[in-house]
């Protein structure tokens, strides 16, 4: 494979960004909530082996409140976990910031 890092440190390294949008939606076919976390796991793994980066997005909206445990899993088995919530479902978020949109949480930081 071209993105393992290499023995020896002088050879040029290739970078590889991977994007998964949807991540555990219904268009991926049906998931378990235990093999969305084995697949994560498994990813972040081969990342670490390689120089390749991965950013996903996850319809958590599609799996609240049931599978909140399966969230909190997915967000530790994360490097990093960036939040977006739409002010369009809470009328009192909405008044209070009329010219916003939403709101931007970053519950974990990636570390080096």
Same mark, same amino acid.
């Given at each position: 494979m071209r993105f393992r890092l290499p023995h020896d440190p002088s050879k040029p390294r290739k970078a590889l960004r991977i994007a998964l949008a949807s991540f555990g939606s219904p268009s991926w076919g049906? &998931?378990?909530p235990s093999s969305l976390y084995l697949f994560l796991h498994r990813l972040r793994t081969l990342l670490r082996q390689s120089s390749a980066s991965a950013i996903l997005t996850f319809p958590a $909206? *599609?799996?609240r409140p049931s599978h909140a445990s399966l969230i909190t899993r997915l967000e530790h088995a994360s490097d990093g976990v960036i939040e977006l919530e739409s002010f369009a479902s809470s009328p009192l978020s909405l &008044? &209070?910031?009329p010219r $916003?949109?939403?709101i931007l949480r970053i519950p974990? *930081?990636?570390s080096i």
């Open positions: 049906t &998931a378990s $909206h *599609l799996y &008044a &209070a910031f $916003h949109n939403g974990k *930081l990636p």
